[in-house]
């Protein structure tokens, strides 16, 4: 009964490989969104799409490409992956894109590149 | 651009000590201002969220308070406990659903 649910929980990866992380959200929600919590532990958003189309992409390198099949899911896509990227990855979702929103977040992914 | 800034960095209490966390913001538009805990290794809890026209809320023994005209909001915790060990994280949700995360205080209440 997860209402964000991020797979996979734990991924360690050699330098140079592509992974992707999926996210679902089983909230009914319109907007899901991506956030890196890096090793100093700063959250910052990286990506939001509302209703499959994306109205959020902040400078993140373009070996980041974010999908989203249907509203309920956005999955990240990471290509060449580098030692810089490893990082904890939130996805969270919220019922709309604009006014008082409540963001609802995932448990993260931890993402870890050798 | 939002920069929200969080003071301390870190602080640690001995058990049953009131203590507050201070958060402040460079952008007074925002919507709603949210604090979370976040323990090692794992997600996001939200603990009590503020809407614009809202000055305060309270949770138990947790309490944030907002001054949007001046850009800073505080989390007081009432006599604290060694179970509230953790990273307590601020955030604010401004324009186009983007939520702007502060650094973090991390906090330990010693036995």
């Known amino acids: 009964d997860t209402a964000v649910s991020q797979t996979p929980k734990y991924l360690v990866t050699q330098m140079g490989n592509d992974k992707s992380i999926k996210c679902e959200q089983n909230?009914?929600?319109?907007?899901m969104y991506w956030y890196k919590q890096d090793s100093k532990k700063f959250l910052k958003i990286m990506f939001s799409?509302?209703?499959?189309?994306?109205?959020i992409n902040e400078t993140v390198p373009n070996r980041f490409s974010p999908k989203s099949p249907d509203k309920a899911h956005l999955n990240l896509h990471i290509n060449s992956l580098e030692l810089g990227d490893s990082a904890v990855y939130f996805c969270?979702?919220?019922?709309?894109?604009?006014?008082?929103?409540?963001?609802?977040f995932g448990a993260g992914s931890r993402l870890t590149v050798l | 651009k939002q920069e929200v800034t969080q003071i301390p960095a870190a602080l640690s209490v001995p058990e049953g000590e009131n203590l507050v966390l201070n958060c402040s913001f460079t952008?007074?538009?925002?919507?709603?201002l949210q604090w979370f805990r976040q323990d090692p290794g794992k997600g996001l809890t939200s603990l009590l969220l503020?809407?614009?026209?809202?000055r305060e809320q309270t949770s138990g023994r947790l309490n944030a308070s907002l001054d949007k005209s001046s850009g800073r909001s505080t989390l007081y915790i009432a006599a604290s406990q060694p179970g509230d060990s953790a990273t307590y994280l601020c955030?604010?949700?401004?324009?186009?659903?983007?939520?702007?995360f502060g650094e973090g205080t991390q906090l330990t209440v010693n036995p």
């Open positions: 799409y509302n209703n499959k189309e994306l109205i």
């Open positions: 955030a604010v949700l401004g324009s186009g659903s983007r939520l702007t």
């Open positions: 969270a979702s919220s019922q709309r894109a604009t006014g008082a929103n409540v963001l609802t």
């Open positions: 909230l009914g929600h319109d907007t």
């Open positions: 952008d007074s538009a925002i919507y709603n």
């Open positions: 503020i809407q614009s026209s809202q």
